[in-house]
Nanobody, 122 residues
């Protein structure tokens, strides 16, 4: 089992940047593929980005390609989401999640953090 805690959310103007972090407990972090997902008010949770166990494979939603970058540091048990050129439509609660293998569907993930709010003003 793994416990996840996100940080780094906040309020930013359109065009700005934020870096989200997700710290995982335990010594098995490197055994999990990790994902970032988000849920805007009144909408369903959606996939944002995912990274394989060793970081060699990544995947992104079309809406964030070229703007967001997912990375991980297995020595620090942490996964990151660098978000650049943010848009108002990126406003959502962002969650990190873990699964044995890389996944792009929210329902496939086994472990979730509590989420961190990202608000992008126009």
């Amino acid at each position: 089992q793994v416990q996840l805690v996100e940080s780094g959310g906040g309020l930013v103007q359109a065009g700005g940047s934020l870096r989200l972090s997700c710290a995982a407990s335990g010594r098995t972090f490197s055994r999990y593929a990790m994902g970032w997902l988000r849920q805007a008010l009144g909408k369903e949770r959606e996939f944002v980005a995912a990274i394989s166990r060793n970081g060699g494979t990544t995947d992104y939603a079309d809406s964030v390609k070229g703007r967001f970058t997912i990375s991980r540091d297995n020595a620090k048990n942490t996964v990151y989401l660098q978000m650049n050129n943010l848009k108002p439509e990126d406003t959502a609660v962002y969650y990190c999640a873990a699964r044995w293998v890389l996944a792009i569907t929210p329902g496939e993930y086994d472990y979730w953090g509590q989420g961190t709010q990202v608000t992008v003003s126009a």
